[in-house]
């Protein structure tokens, strides 16, 4: 199996977690060409984002899609819950935080020079970045887990997401982002020395300070 991405994407490493809880051998590559958008990459993922998967003749792009597809050819170690209303909790946290967390606070990235900064656009990612942590915090069943008490493809997920909320916060003085959400501040606490989201958060810090100190050289 051969994943394509950097480890700093939170969606890169949702996948990563998943193969890693599940202790299925991978390879990791950038994407060929330099980009999601060169030529090469195009003809693996056509959406031309990160991660795609290439398994055999199995190719697949979204990291969710991903992580349900390992989830069913890997069923050791399951990382989604025998009942059935779990499951749907677990995918319901995973959909609050996809789209109501990820969507606003991606579009804080043009917004994090202080110097061309558009006010009304950052209000507005802040606001609905907070109105997403504000819904994640009511759907966490737990401080340790996401759900139940065991780790599911919601704990894959949410402690990347959790990993940028921090960092694009900041920028906006909010040293602490996650203060206000004490389920989610208890929770970010224990992925962050949890055995599997405790490296992959730690190999996404590495990844990301050595891109950025590439950047800026």
């Given at each position: 199996?051969?994943?394509y991405?950097?480890?700093?994407s939170?969606?890169?490493?949702?996948v990563?977690?998943?193969?890693?809880?599940?202790?299925?051998a991978?390879?990791?590559?950038l994407?060929?060409?330099?980009s999601?958008?060169?030529?090469?990459?195009?003809?693996?993922n056509?959406i031309g984002?990160v991660?795609a998967?290439?398994?055999?003749?199995?190719?697949?792009?979204?990291?969710?899609?991903?992580?349900?597809?390992?989830?069913?050819?890997?069923?050791?170690?399951?990382?989604?819950?025998?009942?059935?209303a779990?499951?749907?909790?677990?995918?319901?946290?995973n959909?609050?935080g996809?789209?109501?967390?990820?969507?606003?606070?991606?579009?804080?990235?043009?917004?994090?020079?202080p110097v061309t900064r558009?006010?009304?656009?950052?209000?507005?990612?802040?606001a609905g970045t907070?109105s997403?942590?504000?819904?994640l915090?009511?759907?966490?069943?737990?401080?340790?887990?996401?759900v139940?008490?065991?780790?599911?493809l919601?704990?894959?997920?949410?402690p990347p997401i959790?990993?940028?909320?921090?960092?694009?916060?900041?920028?906006?003085?909010?040293s602490?982002?996650?203060a206000?959400?004490p389920?989610?501040?208890?929770?970010?606490w224990n992925?962050?020395?949890h055995?599997?989201c405790g490296?992959?958060?730690?190999?996404?810090?590495?990844?990301?300070?050595?891109?950025?100190?590439a950047?800026?050289?």
């Amino acid at each position: 199996m051969k994943i394509y991405g950097p480890s700093f994407s939170p969606f890169v490493s949702r996948v990563r977690a998943a193969l890693h809880h599940k202790g299925v051998a991978y390879e990791q590559e950038l994407p060929p060409g330099g980009s999601t958008r060169s030529e090469d990459y195009l003809r693996i993922n056509p959406i031309g984002k990160v991660p795609a998967m290439v398994d055999g003749g199995v190719t697949l792009p979204e990291s969710e899609v991903i992580c349900e597809y390992i989830e069913e050819k890997f069923p050791q170690k399951p990382l989604l819950p025998a009942d059935l209303a779990a499951r749907g909790r677990v995918r319901l946290i995973n959909r609050v935080g996809d789209i109501y967390i990820v969507v606003p606070m991606f579009s804080l990235f043009p917004q994090l020079n202080p110097v061309t900064r558009q006010k009304a656009l950052s209000d507005t990612g802040l606001a609905g970045t907070r109105s997403g942590l504000a819904l994640l915090e009511g759907f966490m069943e737990g401080e340790e887990f996401a759900v139940g008490g065991e780790l599911t493809l919601a704990d894959c997920a949410i402690p990347p997401i959790l990993f940028f909320v921090h960092y694009i916060m900041s920028h906006f003085g909010d040293s602490e982002p996650l203060a206000g959400y004490p389920k989610l501040d208890a929770y970010w606490w224990n992925m962050s020395k949890h055995q599997i989201c405790g490296r992959i958060l730690d190999d996404m810090d590495t990844t990301f300070k050595a891109m950025l100190a590439a950047r800026a050289s």
